[in-house]
């Protein structure tokens, strides 16, 4: 079946410095975070607002979900961090 996200549901997680995100892989979730340098290599006057950050995340859903792709066929685990250095 593959990678898809279904879910358009995403969490801003100040603590860990991150957006969470999930996609699904026939029955089996895969949780996705990706990173506030990621997000600020996508949009470089990002800060830690909330408001920003998820702006930026909902602008280039389409670039993370390609990368969270990249990343989950590399290794078909239920967990995967984006960085900066998935874009």
Same mark, same amino acid.
């Given at each position: 079946m593959g990678l898809n996200f279904p879910n358009p549901v995403r969490r801003f997680d100040l603590g860990r410095s991150?957006?969470?995100f999930w996609g699904s892989? #026939?029955?089996m979730?895969?949780?996705f975070q990706i990173d506030?340098? #990621?997000l600020r290599k996508l949009s470089p006057d990002t800060g830690d607002v909330e408001a920003d950050v998820l702006g930026v995340f909902d602008a280039n859903r389409e670039k993370i979900q390609n990368a969270a792709r990249i990343a989950y066929s590399r290794h078909?685990?239920?967990y995967h961090r984006l960085t900066g250095a998935s874009f």
């Open positions: 991150c957006v969470s892989d #026939a029955s979730e895969i949780t506030f340098e #990621a078909r685990t239920g």
